[in-house]
């Protein structure tokens, strides 16, 4: 990810840019920051949701793949091959 910051310029209503003034006026910054610090929690909302979305859908595919395994069920399948491996390969530890 690139943190350099650029200029956009934007045309909004002056009903909505003294909107934004105003709000920014609570919190004591300068309405230009305002909007992009508002701009920027909506990048990061989308970006959580996709990155939501792409972790159910590898765990669907999981599920879809393995049938309707639990955790556990998993975990001791991965346990009884790393068993296999270590007497096969007469591994220690």
Known sequence: MNDKIVRINIRLPDYVRDWFKVQA????????????MLL????ERETDKELLRDLNN?????????G???AEEMFNQLKQMQ??????YKIDG
């Open 40 to 43: 920027t929690q909506i990048y």
């Open 83 to 88: 068993d296999i491996i270590t007497r096969k």
């Open 68 to 70: 309707n395994v639990t």
């Open 58 to 66: 590898a765990l669907n595919d999981i599920k879809n793949l393995t």
């Open 25 to 36: 006026d609570r919190y004591s910054v300068p309405y230009t920051n305002y909007v992009s």
